[in-house]
T-cell receptor
Framework: DTGVSQDPRHKITKRGQNVTFRCDPI?????LYWYRQTLGQGPEFLTY????????KSRLLSDRFSAERPKGSFSTLEIQRTEQGDSAMYLC???????????FGQGTRLTVV | KNEVEQSPQNLTAQEGEFITINCSYS?????LHWLQQHPGGGIVSLFM???GKKKHGRLIATINIQEKHSSLHITASHPRDSAVYIC??????????????FGKGTKLTVNP
């Protein structure tokens, strides 16, 4: 098993552009979580999936953000009309059940210029 | 006030020293995680605790549910232990929330 992988690792985009990130969880992990981390802060919860169902969304997830996990395997996080405040590290994690440890990806660092 | 508070924010130690990082939380939890984050962003799960104490190599994690407090100890610290250590809790929620709430992290630097 190669662990949780995220793509791309880094993304620089101009304000107003759309970006999409991908997360491939560990196979057989039915829970998948997205978090956002800004400099000097701990990660903040964005949303999570159990299989293909999106079960919880944070109030941080504005209308410009959308996440999908169409077949219950990989997930995508799209940000439309990016703003400078969206600059952050976007982390994905997966776990087998709610009571088992979560495994994190390396993150996608987004810079909006 | 954050639901999860860590102390200290920054910690510098000499190689070989015993390190303690503290985490206090103000809400009911179902589990507490200790995580390690190296420069570049990758996060590694160290421990998941719901009671008592766990040990893995030179790392020891304890939790006191009544006092809403956990500690992470590193024995015989080494420069390769330099990283940010993050405490995260899963809230005990009747609504079934599974999200983790994170502390801001403790930046540890171990000098040779």
């Amino acid at each position: 098993d190669t662990g949780v992988s995220q793509d791309p690792r880094h993304k620089i985009t101009k304000r107003g552009q759309n970006v999409t990130f991908r997360c491939d969880p560990i196979s057989e992990h039915n829970r998948l979580y997205w978090y956002r981390q800004t400099l000097g802060q701990g990660p903040e919860f964005l949303t999570y999936f159990q299989n293909e169902a999106q079960l919880e969304k944070s109030r941080l997830l504005s209308d410009r953000f959308s996440a999908e996990r169409p077949k219950g395997s990989f997930s995508t996080l799209e940000i439309q009309r990016t703003e400078q405040g969206d600059s952050a590290m976007y982390l994905c994690a997966s776990s087998k059940t709610v009571n088992t440890e979560a495994f994190f990806g390396q993150g996608t660092r987004l810079t909006v210029v | 006030k954050n639901e999860v508070e860590q102390s200290p924010q920054n910690l510098t130690a000499q190689e070989g020293e015993f390190i303690t990082i503290n985490c206090s939380y103000s809400v009911g939890i179902s589990a507490l995680h200790w995580l390690q984050q190296h420069p570049g962003g990758g996060i590694v799960s160290l421990f998941m605790l719901s009671s008592g104490k766990k040990k893995h190599g030179r790392l020891i994690a304890t939790i006191n549910i009544q006092e809403k407090h956990s500690s992470l100890h590193i024995t015989a610290s080494h420069p390769r232990d330099s990283a940010v250590y993050i405490c995260a809790v899963r809230l005990h929620s009747q609504g079934g929330s599974e999200k983790l709430v994170f502390g801001k992290g403790t930046k540890l630097t171990v000098n040779p």
